[in-house]
């Protein structure tokens, strides 16, 4: 079992930055992928960020290319998104996931473990 702590968010301007930490625990997550979902009220659950289990390929979704970085320090058993250019748009629920091997997946039901998420809101 993995368990998974999101921390970093807050309340924000647009325009400014944040950065999301995950922190694990329960296993090493260095043989997982790790992902950012999040999710606004009244809306479905959207993909947001990827990184296979050594770092060396991340994916993003369009909305956010450009704007937010994942990374992972597998020494601190931490995964990271560094969201830069915050949209107002960009406010949800962020949520951590893992899932066992490699790859970098996009939808929901290919992770096995999540966080509670964290509260990202952002004023216009």
């Known amino acids: 079992q993995v368990q998974l702590v999101e921390s970093g968010g807050g309340l924000v301007q647009a325009g400014d930055s944040l950065r999301l930490s995950c922190a694990a625990s329960?296993?090493?997550?260095?043989?997982?992928?790790m992902g950012w979902f999040r999710q606004a009220p009244g809306k479905e659950r959207q993909f947001v960020a990827a990184?296979?289990?050594?770092?060396?390929?991340?994916r993003y979704a369009n909305s956010v290319n450009d704007r937010f970085t994942i990374s992972r320090d597998n020494a601190k058993n931490t995964v990271y998104l560094q969201m830069n250019s915050l949209k107002p748009e960009d406010a949800a629920v962020y949520y951590c996931?893992?899932?066992?091997?490699?790859?970098?997946?996009?939808?929901?039901?290919?992770?096995?473990?999540w966080g509670q998420g964290t509260q990202v809101t952002v004023s216009s």
């Open positions: 996931t893992a899932r066992e091997g490699s790859g970098t997946y996009s939808g929901g039901d290919e992770y096995d473990y």
């Open positions: 329960g296993r090493t997550i260095s043989a997982y992928t």
């Open positions: 990184i296979s289990w050594r770092g060396g390929i991340t």
